[in-house]
């Protein structure tokens, strides 16, 4: 995924401001970040550092002394490094993108039939998606209508945030929405944020949350809208389920009350159905899976517990090394047991969703090690079918990648990838098939996935209005 935050006012440093605000979008990205600012007698200034192995905060925390600024920029990426500055037409400006482009090569084909420009490239080889998107906004005379052009150009998403050399900001959220833009306000400046609690602690109050494809201009006092927002919303479900701290709020609903609400329906669904398993404990898969596990014990009356724990301190999260055995071994590394809460027990753990299941047959095979009788699985969101499209959750080289679809390859061949809608559905026989079939691989004793329609009932808006494509394939 990854995050946002910036800042202008009109005398007084935001440094500071910026800095902490992105650093607390450091759960949603964990591959680079970097700082930009603008001062009006030193003009820009620019920091990028690589953050797979070091947080965010103890990259940049010595380079602050080097900044200046009224107007501030920073991005916490998944993907590549950003914020980047351009020269152009437009005068020289800061960039920072969220989103996916799917259709990059094509797009960078015809920018050199028709501009004969050029790139700069990675060590990948591949062309920066940033630079990318500053390329299709530089073809038009305005920031306006060069950000609704490249939006128009994506097959994808693009949330875009702008700093320009007179020191203002302009913050543009994808054409559906998928991703949130939100505005906040204090007595002498102003700030967008991708969540909206970042900028409470820093003194903001919440302006307002763009709308679709609305693109604003922002001054320490000002905020001038540059393209109304459109009617039709396709924000991404996962940001409840999954990416969202539990203090964020999408669209009005929180993260935390929607996860409660969430696990409340599950355990609702399987008591109306008569398959709650008898357990001794109800628990969260450490850390997003926990509040929807209290909502599941509140409303089953199972007693809530964590019966594992992770240790966090040194290994805040278990994908930081750069090599895949020692990631592996740092995940089995933070899982802490607590024996008293597992050894000869029955347990149910809900997790956010189970996407490739690559650390959770690990997971259960730590707790029969730790001496459970009987784990069972729930994951709070549908079997996911689909790579996303529009971010970066759940994409892969190949849908096979993900857990449910190996699984249908294998009870049924290619002719199990006709009847997806059915697998999806616990109450048809290939969805049973498909529940019995993951259980066996994954070592569950049972298995439940939260409907489609108990999540989007959870979420509370607009069916319409929410993305489901990775589960449904619907756009």
């Not at 240790?311 to 592996?328: A, E, G």
Request: negative net charge.
């Amino acid at each position: 995924m990854g995050g946002f935050f910036g800042a202008v006012s009109k005398d007084r440093s935001v440094i500071l401001d910026v800095f902490f605000g992105t650093d607390y979008h450091s759960h949603l990205g964990t591959n680079s970040a970097g700082l930009t600012f603008w001062d009006r007698e030193k003009g820009f200034s620019r920091e990028l550092h690589n953050i797979s192995n070091t947080p965010f905060r103890t990259k940049f925390e010595n380079d602050l002394y080097k900044f200046h600024g009224t107007c501030g920029i920073g991005c916490i990426s998944d993907s590549d490094p950003q914020p980047i500055l351009v020269r152009s037409q437009l005068g020289v400006y800061a960039i920072m993108t969220i989103g996916v482009i799917n259709n990059a090569e094509e797009l960078i084909k015809e920018i050199f039939t028709e501009d004969h420009n050029q790139f700069t490239i990675m060590s990948s080889g591949r062309v920066n998606v940033t630079e990318l998107v500053a390329s299709l906004i530089n073809r038009e005379p305005d920031f306006a209508s060069g950000i609704k052009h490249a939006q128009a150009c994506i097959e994808g998403s693009m949330s875009i945030i702008i700093m320009t050399d007179k020191g203002e900001l302009i913050a543009a959220r994808d054409a559906l929405g998928r991703t949130p833009v939100h505005i906040g306000r204090s007595d002498d400046a102003q700030c967008v944020s991708f969540e909206s609690f970042a900028y409470e602690k820093l003194g903001y109050h919440e302006s307002r949350e763009l709308g679709p494809g609305e693109i604003v201009k922002l001054t320490a006092d000002t905020q001038e809208v540059l393209a109304a927002p459109g009617k039709d919303m396709k924000i991404c479900a996962f940001l409840w389920s999954y990416y969202g701290y539990p203090n964020s709020d999408y669209e009005g609903v929180n993260v935390e009350l929607m996860r409660y609400h969430n696990g409340e329906s599950m355990a609702q669904a399987e008591m109306d159905r008569g398959t709650l398993p008898d357990v001794d404990y109800v628990a969260g898969v450490p850390d997003s899976g926990v509040p929807h596990a209290i909502g599941y014990s509140t409303r089953s009356h199972k007693t809530f517990a964590r019966p594992f724990v992770k240790y966090t301190p040194t290994w805040p999260r278990s994908f930081m090394p750069n090599d895949q055995s020692v990631r592996n071994m740092v995940a089995k590394m933070k899982q802490l047991p607590v024996d008293r809460l597992i050894r000869g027990k029955k347990l149910l753990f809900v997790d956010d969703s189970i996407v490739r299941g690559t650390q959770l047959r690990e997971t259960v095979e730590f707790l029969y090690e730790s001496g459970a009788k009987e784990v069972h699985m729930r994951s709070a969101c549908p079997p996911i079918m689909y790579s996303c499209k529009y971010l970066n959750f759940s994409r892969g080289n190949s849908d096979m990648d993900l857990l449910a679809r190996r699984m249908i390859q294998e009870i049924e061949g290619d002719e199990g990838q006709k009847h997806i809608e059915e697998y999806a559905d616990a109450n048809t026989e290939r969805g049973k098939c498909l529940l019995s079939a993951i259980c066996k691989k994954m070592g569950f004793d049972s298995l439940g996935y939260q409907s489609l329609d108990g999540l989007l009932e959870a979420i509370g808006l607009d069916r319409e209005k929410v993305c489901t494509y990775c589960w449904t394939g619907k756009e």
